[in-house]
């Protein structure tokens, strides 16, 4: 960042202060990731300056001859890599993406069913005060108390009861795999549409180790970071029939220019994605989720539906006495981030949960494996254990390091 350093270096020195602290730190976040070289190369490049309201082939403005090439390339990579009809790449990112489905293929008032947000759903899956709340008759169902787990009979009996015209399933913070079959029965039955949002598991799905939606949905949104690894952004991807409602709906509907540098950053994501290493990839991420699920179990933690299926976990506290703010806040001193996250039937409040939500996608692309998860999750029990401890935090926070030293960050240099 020679340019940078000289004519901002306030800025610069920020930017400095990050790459150590993503450098020298255990990512636990997992909706983040590290993105290749490569990507941020494309997500930093000349494309930054071109504007292209339209799509390939029928833009408003000239000089398009090599974003229609971009574009069309980072399409034809997605329709490969997720066996899909029709994908359009240009949505801002994941809740732009949502909103354009509804908007789309939705009249206002219109009922819909999506997982509640404190049994891990998103904003945009119907929370009362979101957008999606406020335009559409939002219906929320949950995960069952004991297990928390979905009950697929009791979805079925609230859709019937409720006729919603679209279905949403995929989720944030849900560590199981998700029966897209099931979802798709209930749907024909009540003659809904069907929306699956894989933003957190498009990279799992992608990789060949979580079943895809593709075969059953209607609809499939995504972000195109978390465990796909790309820029910041998002697509989504379509049965033809929709194709045309979907792409009004992002062009002219809702936005207006493509960020063109961060389409070329999804055309090398995907292109990455679709390499054999990249099903390796996504095979460690479910392995090391698991380890260290077993290995927080040992420790005492609560897992809530007592493990995961995928790549991230959710802890619920309160059997440790520690309120998930201050986990979070105790581990950033450790050197470790992850983020404080409602559980299922939380009587705390969503700015100070019970619970912890933690995975694997990041610290997986630095090269870590099983006997590391171990490691890890020895640290953040230590940590809560001491969690008002400063000295000792800072302690771990040296042995994070040293353990970060041997698993350099792809693209990070220092």
């Avoid at 450790?334 to 009587?347: E, H, M, S, Y």
Wanted: charged share 25%; glycine share 10%.
């Amino acid at each position: 960042m020679t340019s940078l350093h000289e004519s901002d270096p306030q800025v610069a020195d920020i930017l400095d202060h990050e790459r150590s602290r993503q450098a020298y730190g255990i990512e636990l976040i997992p909706s983040e990731n590290y993105a290749s070289q490569a990507v941020m190369e494309a997500t930093g490049s000349i494309f930054t300056n071109k504007y292209s309201e339209g799509y390939p082939g029928k833009r408003y403005y000239g000089g398009q001859e090599y974003v229609d090439q971009v574009e069309q390339l980072a399409i034809d990579r997605a329709k490969k890599l997720f066996g899909v009809e029709h994908v359009n790449v240009q949505p801002y990112s994941g809740s732009p993406a949502n909103t354009a489905v509804y908007f789309g293929l939705l009249e206002y008032g219109d009922t819909i069913m999506g997982l509640k947000l404190d049994h891990g759903g998103h904003i945009t899956h119907g929370l009362p005060i979101s957008f999606s709340g406020k335009s559409f008759n939002c219906v929320g169902y949950e995960v069952e108390k004991e297990t928390g787990r979905l009950n697929m009979d009791a979805i079925r009996e609230l859709a019937i009861k409720n006729k919603p015209k679209l279905i949403i399933a995929g989720y944030t913070a849900y560590s199981r795999t998700i029966d897209w079959k099931a979802f798709k029965e209930i749907a024909d039955e009540v003659g809904a549409i069907t929306m699956a949002d894989i933003a957190h598991i498009a990279g799992l799905i992608a990789g060949g180790v979580h079943e895809s939606p593709v075969p059953y949905f209607d609809v499939i949104t995504t972000t195109t970071h978390k465990t796909l690894r790309g820029p910041r952004g998002a697509m989504i991807m379509c049965k033809n029939e929709f194709a045309k409602d979907i792409d009004k709906a992002v062009f002219p509907g809702l936005q207006g220019g493509p960020h063109d540098n961060t389409t070329a950053a999804k055309a090398v994501a995907f292109g990455e994605a679709l390499k054999p290493e990249f099903k390796e990839y996504a095979a460690q991420i479910v392995k090391n989720a698991k380890k260290l699920a077993e290995r927080l179990m040992h420790h005492g933690f609560n897992l809530v539906s007592g493990g995961t299926d995928n790549h991230l976990i959710l802890a619920d506290l309160t059997n440790k006495e520690i309120p998930g703010k201050i986990a979070q806040e105790a581990l950033d001193k450790a050197g470790i981030t992850l983020n404080k996250n409602t559980v299922p039937f939380d009587p705390r409040s969503p700015f100070d949960p019970s619970g912890i939500r933690l995975g694997t996608p990041a610290i997986t692309t630095r090269g870590m494996k099983e006997a590391e998860m171990e490691k890890v999750a020895d640290f953040i029990s230590e940590a809560l254990d001491h969690h008002t401890d400063d000295e000792h935090l800072g302690k771990i926070k040296g042995q994070v390091k040293d353990l970060c030293n041997g698993f350099p960050v792809p693209g990070i240099a220092l």
